[in-house]
């Protein structure tokens, strides 16, 4: 793919012959840096033309204001981030590397654990999130503490380069990756116009459009056609043909990414809270298959597009150049503003849902006070202690409860990035808990089950969505404490009681069972 780069080093790389070939001799510690190198400027900065499309959408005039006010929020953080202190999400991601190592590449064969050594360093290094958990048997985890393992996919290449995809991908958009086992009858304008129709629609706006929408149909199995996806969503593919030439080569399909964008569109998603801009980019890529099987698959890549690619050659290593400056964009982001009611969140429970029932489905609010965050492995373990006869805590009940698992916290900041996490994992324990008298207002991404609009109007609760993508913007200008108060063990995913300021989010569904979408 084309793209400008940036040296990072030429020691620990040289030319040596051998038989009277010319091969390219490369370090462990070159692959260590390049790694570590590659997943710092991933998580803090974007590449020009994904920034030039969020703001292009903030400052159009024939955009929603809902989706304006998100990419407007989008560009901002982007902007916190790129200072290198707060990542642009708080999910920090899987660390995943493809790489393709030229034949004529002498490296010692240890490239698997000198690229680990590098993203561990990473992690280590930077106010990243580990969230990668072990397994202790079946049905028991832990979190291993150092956001590994990886996820390392290295091939073979003619020549004397080795290069690399790098990506961070988060649990929001990994989870809304689809694959369909489909067959011939699959293969014709209108199966596939009514499939993809309901895929994309599918999707939701859990895992934080604007998204790059990949579809790829075909492959010679289940796994080459998501790998293809997988790369497909960096770009990486997009050098592809444009027409097939019935000999198996790949091929993107132009008018189909345009009908792509077109569905993408007509499902009312938009860019979180309604609009018509659920995708800023599409990819179709055409696979060859086998006649009996045709594997279809769906994924995007979120607003926090986490990706850059590399290469080490004779010259040296050489690492993707993201934008550095996304304030650039700021003066395209004015303008803004859409009106906003204050909600209070020191008073009782009953106040609070006697102010949210003045506003309708759809309203943006303010949110200024006590939060409770608590996500998956802590509504686990209230609901064991629920069922086991114990009290609920009373945190459950006195405050609103935000799903969300904050970034490592940087010295001098009262946390790290913390945006919201995905809405739906938490639906199962929706009924249980508004039946208890707990967990009445929740803030979190998403939309949600139709157990959820049920419960909230049969007990009178509130769901609340804030802008996924905006982690640093929210660290650094809505939250002003943050303490752990239960399950420290957890880490990440502990109890947290915070303080907000201004914190936006709109009322997604009401008391009354209405929505905004």
Not at 2 to 13: A, P, S, W
Not at 207 to 223: D, H, K, N, Q
Not at 227 to 254: C, H, I, N, Q, Y
Not at 372 to 380: E, G, L, T
């Amino acid at each position: 793919m084309k793209c400008q780069y940036r040296k990072l080093t030429d020691k620990g790389i040289k030319r040596e012959c051998i038989g009277g070939r010319e091969f390219l001799s490369v370090a462990p510690e070159v692959l260590s840096r390049l790694a570590e190198e590659a997943f710092h400027d991933l998580s803090f900065y974007l590449r020009p033309s994904h920034l030039d499309e969020l703001a292009e959408i903030a400052g159009n005039s024939e955009a929603c204001d809902n989706e304006r006010f998100v990419c407007n929020a989008l560009v901002k953080n982007a902007i916190i981030a790129a200072e290198g202190v707060l990542p642009l999400c708080q999910d920090t991601g899987t660390a995943t590397v493809f790489a393709w190592r030229g034949e004529r590449v002498l490296t010692g064969g240890g490239d698997e654990q000198a690229i680990v050594d590098g993203i561990a360093a990473a992690w280590k290094n930077n106010s990243l999130r580990y969230s990668q958990v072990a397994a202790l048997n079946m049905f028991d985890e832990v979190n291993t503490g150092n956001n590994l393992p990886a996820q390392i996919d290295i091939g073979f290449a003619p020549g004397d380069e080795y290069r690399f995809v790098f990506m961070a991908k988060g649990g929001g958009s990994a989870n809304k990756t689809v694959l369909f086992q489909g067959s011939r009858a699959l293969l014709n304008e209108r199966a596939f116009e009514i499939f993809l129709k309901e895929k994309i629609a599918g999707l939701g706006v859990a895992a934080c459009p604007p998204y790059t929408l990949v579809i790829v149909v075909g492959g010679t199995s289940p796994e080459n056609n998501l790998k293809t996806m997988k790369l497909a969503s960096t770009g990486w593919l997009d050098e592809l043909p444009v027409v097939g030439d019935g000999k198996g080569t790949p091929f993107r399909d132009l008018e189909w990414e345009g009908r792509v964008m077109k569905i993408a569109a007509e499902t009312g998603w938009g860019a979180q809270f309604g609009g018509t801009h659920m995708a800023i980019a599409a990819r179709v890529i055409r696979l060859p298959r086998h006649a009996g099987s045709c594997p279809v698959s769906v994924g995007v890549s979120c607003s926090a597009h986490r990706n850059l690619v590399a290469k080490i050659t004779h010259e040296g290593a050489f690492i993707e150049e993201l934008d550095r400056n996304p304030s650039r964009l700021l003066e395209k982001c004015r303008n803004n503003f859409i009106g906003a009611v204050s909600v209070d969140l020191d008073r009782s429970m009953p106040e609070i849902l006697t102010q949210l029932k003045t506003q309708p489905a759809g309203s943006l609010v303010l949110l200024n006070g006590t939060l409770v965050v608590a996500r998956d492995m802590a509504h686990a373990r209230i609901f064991e202690m629920v069922n086991a006869g114990l009290p609920l805590p009373d945190y459950f009940k006195n405050h609103p409860v935000y799903y969300a698992g904050p970034a490592k916290t940087p010295e001098g900041y009262a946390i790290g990035s913390f945006g919201p996490t995905t809405a739906q994992r938490m639906d199962e324990y929706v009924e249980f808990f508004m039946s208890r008298g707990a967990s009445m207002v929740t803030l979190a991404k998403g939309n949600r089950a139709e157990s959820v609009v049920k419960a909230c109007a049969k007990y009178g609760g509130f769901y609340l969505g804030t802008i996924g993508g905006a982690a640093a913007l929210i660290a650094k200008e809505n939250i002003l404490s943050s303490e752990v108060i239960d399950f420290c063990e957890f880490g990440m995913e502990a109890v947290h009681r915070i303080r907000v300021k201004n914190m936006p989010a709109f009322i997604i569904y009401d008391d009354k069972g209405q929505r905004l979408y």
